[in-house]
């Protein structure tokens, strides 16, 4: 069992830190849990996150966090990762990650879903792509939109926060018009792409377009998204998290920018399939939701 | 540092580029001798005994209960330990640490300023490390320190380690423990 690799053998009890105890003894994995994981049980359970090197404040280190506790089964889940600041915090994630080459994060991720798939038949086993708008929107739109026309069981979750930030502020497809960055200086001179309505067109079951500036939403999205993509088909979130080093706000002043987005390039959208409808108004029946 | 040729494109000696690769099946190497694996199992028994602060270092496969193999070995290592009189510092896993590593008490393959407690640590058991971490690990700590390293490895051995020996399983482990009882009691230790 995937969760065994979390149970310290007892001959070695003493001389593990406190962390890593407290990573078997109190962490919300699946299979301790009666009612489904979520958001509310961050402030006293054990996080799957311990630490990260993003710049202080960044909203990509809350959505994280709110993701991770979101995951119906975290011991049975792999997360595919891009290039990108968000892979600053990959490497402190205590659950299996793939870092794949900039922009491959849905072949790669096709690859692990139909092995596991293959390997482990009577599990089930989730796997997540999460990757900045750079990987999704420009240079992996390819292999995104490839694995939403074949049909993948794998959710997709881009962490837009409208720029490469980790190669220090460039546009990208993700960029709004007229925005100028460090490194874009004559100002972007078109449209923001629009990649939840593409996601939808290619064949995505369950698509939103979300701001993390509500925890309880995105966990929500989040695993309704996962369920989804198990027994249906692909999914897609677009969660901005917006870059405040590149847009000059400082480290307290992320909530606030995600509330205003919240009205304007990020009001909500969602789109469910008929047949996503129906199976998430069963699991929800069976208490999985 | 950086010279010529592939040798160079490693910021470490590596053993490989000096002529030492990992022992074929059933035997074992020190330093750069293939010996057999009895002759390799004294000695390394002989190295903990008698060098400074003696340590093993139990990786991932062997610190969590995931499997039978690894609880049995769980068991024998606590004994091994016991027997070569060595500290036990876990390496329960491979994420870097921020914002910075304590070398005083642990060790981090993600971590270039690995030296291993600062060089005090003078003979090393790498158990249950994966193979990809340790043939990292062995390189740094065979560059920055004199430690004598000792991979005992359930696969195919790492030639970065002064000492290693391969397809090491519990009962292999049940074997190296007698031997470095035996060991023991000609050095009347
Ligand atoms: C194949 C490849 N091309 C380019 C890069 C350089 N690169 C590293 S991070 C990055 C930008 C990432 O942007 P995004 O996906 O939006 O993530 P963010 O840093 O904004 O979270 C780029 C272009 C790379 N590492 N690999
Ligand atoms: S550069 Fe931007 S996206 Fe990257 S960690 Fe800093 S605030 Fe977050
Ligand atoms: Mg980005």
């Not at chain 1, 482990?120 to 796997?127: A, G, Q």
Request: aromatic share 8%.
């Amino acid at each position: 069992m995937a969760i065994d690799i979390y149970k310290i053998n007892p001959e070695f009890r003493d001389i593990m830190p406190k962390e890593i105890i407290d990573l078997e003894e109190n962490a919300t994995w699946a299979q301790n849990q009666k009612k489904p994981r979520g958001i509310k049980e961050m402030p006293d359970t054990k996080e799957i996150l311990e630490e990260h090197s993003l710049c202080a404040g960044c909203p990509e280190a809350a959505a994280l966090r709110y993701v991770l506790a979101a995951l119906p089964k975290p011991e049975e889940t792999i997360i595919v990762n891009s290039t990108g600041c968000t892979s600053l915090m990959f490497p402190h994630i205590a659950l299996h990650t793939v870092h794949s080459l900039f922009g491959n994060q849905n072949a790669v991720a096709t690859g692990i879903k139909r092995v596991l798939d293959w390997r482990f038949p009577d599990i089930e086993k989730d796997v997540v792509v999460l990757a900045g708008d750079g990987a999704t929107v420009d240079i992996g739109l390819d292999y995104t939109l490839q694995s939403f026309f074949r049909q993948e069981n794998i959710t997709t979750i881009c962490f837009d926060n409208e720029v490469y930030a980790n190669t220090g502020g460039q546009e990208s497809g993700a960029t709004p018009k007229g925005q100028v960055f460090k490194m874009a200086p004559t100002g972007k001179k078109f449209e923001k792409v629009k990649m939840w309505e593409l996601a939808t067109t290619a064949g995505c079951h369950y698509t939103m377009n979300m701001t993390a500036s509500a925890p309880k939403a995105v966990a929500k999205a989040v695993r309704e998204a996962i369920l989804v993509a198990r027994e249906i088909g692909p999914t897609f979130l677009n969660i901005y998290t917006p870059c405040i080093l590149e847009i000059g706000l400082s480290a307290n002043e992320g909530l606030g920018e995600m509330k205003d987005q919240d009205k304007d390039r990020f009001a909500s959208y969602k789109f469910v399939s008929p047949e996503a409808e129906e199976f998430l108004k069963k699991c929800k029946e069976e208490g999985k939701l | 540092m950086a010279n010529q040729g592939p040798a160079y494109y490693s910021p470490y000696p590596t053993a490989l580029y000096e002529g030492v690769s990992t022992p074929v099946e059933g035997k074992a190497i020190l330093l750069d001798k293939e010996v057999d694996e009895e002759t390799a199992m004294r000695e390394i028994a002989k190295q903990m005994l008698t060098k400074e602060n003696a340590t093993i270092f139990p990786g991932p496969q062997v610190l969590y209960s995931y499997s039978d193999e690894a609880r049995k070995k769980a068991a024998l290592i606590k004994e091994m330990a016991e027997v070569l009189n060595a500290k036990m510092i876990p390496m329960y896993d491979y994420r870097p640490k921020y914002p910075k590593i304590d070398a005083e008490i642990e060790i981090n393959p993600n971590h270039p300023n690995l030296t291993i407690w600062h060089n005090d640590i003078k003979a090393a058991i790498f158990i249950g490390v994966h193979c990809h971490y340790a043939n990292v690990a062995l390189k740094m700590v065979r560059c920055e320190t004199d430690c004598y390293t000792i991979a005992m490895c359930a696969l195919s051995g790492h030639e970065d380690a002064m000492a290693t020996i391969r397809d090491q399983h519990a009962s292999d482990l049940e074997q190296f423990i007698k031997i470095a009882r035996e060991v023991k009691a000609e050095l009347k230790l």
